[in-house]
């Protein structure tokens, strides 16, 4: 089993629709939970970051953590066409690493 | 937030010729820095963690003597692939994390081609 698993996509839904994407993991010993997102040919890019269970709220972004399930979401409300790009769940040990997940490819349909 | 810069963006080179991505924190000092791998369609790979002034540390798997990092100041991180070959080509991304930070931030990332 991978530490950390995600549904790489495609996940098409309208405009304006909320849009839920999730990671699962493993190793309890990850710390901090985060959330990228990376257009094509760019680096990612911070979203949301974490490190206790519940739920953080940024504009349109809510990332919600439940450490007992090793479950992480991110739910974007109001989707736009912009929004459209792989977003990555990331995890930070406590050695100060960060692993990836493999992306989910999202797009927004006008 | 702040602002990683890697140069070039994209670069071309021939086979067995030696190729240097270079990562610079623009507005903070970064102690430590990392530097990834993507292939298209995959997940980010950690290659190696560079501190400031010490020997990277490298992931299984991966060549210390092909890929050479070093990161001599607080804002500056070079990635060396040397004697590169087509299965090098790649698009390589640095991240810098801030003194006492616990956020990383990423740089736009170099696409190698090796032909």
């Known amino acids: 089993q991978k530490e950390v698993e995600q549904d790489p996509g495609p996940l098409s839904v309208p405009e304006g629709a909320i849009v839920s994407l999730n990671c699962t993991y493993s190793?309890?010993?990850?710390?901090?939970f985060m959330w990228y997102r990376q257009y094509s040919r760019k680096g990612p890019e911070l979203l949301m970051y974490?490190?206790?269970?519940g739920n953080k709220e940024d504009g349109r972004f809510t990332a919600q953590v439940d450490k007992s399930s090793k479950y992480i979401s991110l739910f974007i409300r109001d989707s736009q066409p912009s929004d459209s790009a792989t977003y990555l769940c990331?995890?930070?040990?406590?050695?100060?690493?960060?692993?990836f997940g493999k992306g989910t490819r999202l797009h927004i349909l006008p | 937030g702040a602002v990683v810069s890697q140069h070039p963006s994209w670069v071309i080179c021939k086979s067995g010729t030696s190729v240097k991505i270079e990562c610079r924190s623009l507005?903070?000092?970064?102690?430590?820095m990392f530097w990834y791998r993507q292939f298209p369609k995959q997940s980010l790979m950690l290659m190696a963690t560079?501190?400031?002034?010490?020997?990277?540390?490298?992931e299984q798997g991966v060549e210390k003597d092909k890929f050479l990092i070093n990161h001599a100041s607080l804002t500056l991180s070079t990635l060396t692939v040397t004697s590169a070959h087509p299965e090098d080509s790649s698009f390589y991304i640095c991240?810098?994390?801030?003194?006492?930070?616990?956020?990383?931030?990423f740089g736009q990332g170099t696409r190698l081609t090796v032909v």
């Open positions: 991240s810098a994390r801030e003194t006492g930070n616990t956020e990383a931030f």
């Open positions: 990331a995890m930070r040990t406590r050695d100060d690493k960060i692993i």
């Open positions: 560079s501190n400031e002034g010490s020997k990277a540390t490298y």
């Open positions: 507005d903070f000092q970064a102690t430590t």
């Open positions: 190793n309890s010993a990850f710390q901090y």
């Open positions: 974490t490190y206790s269970s």
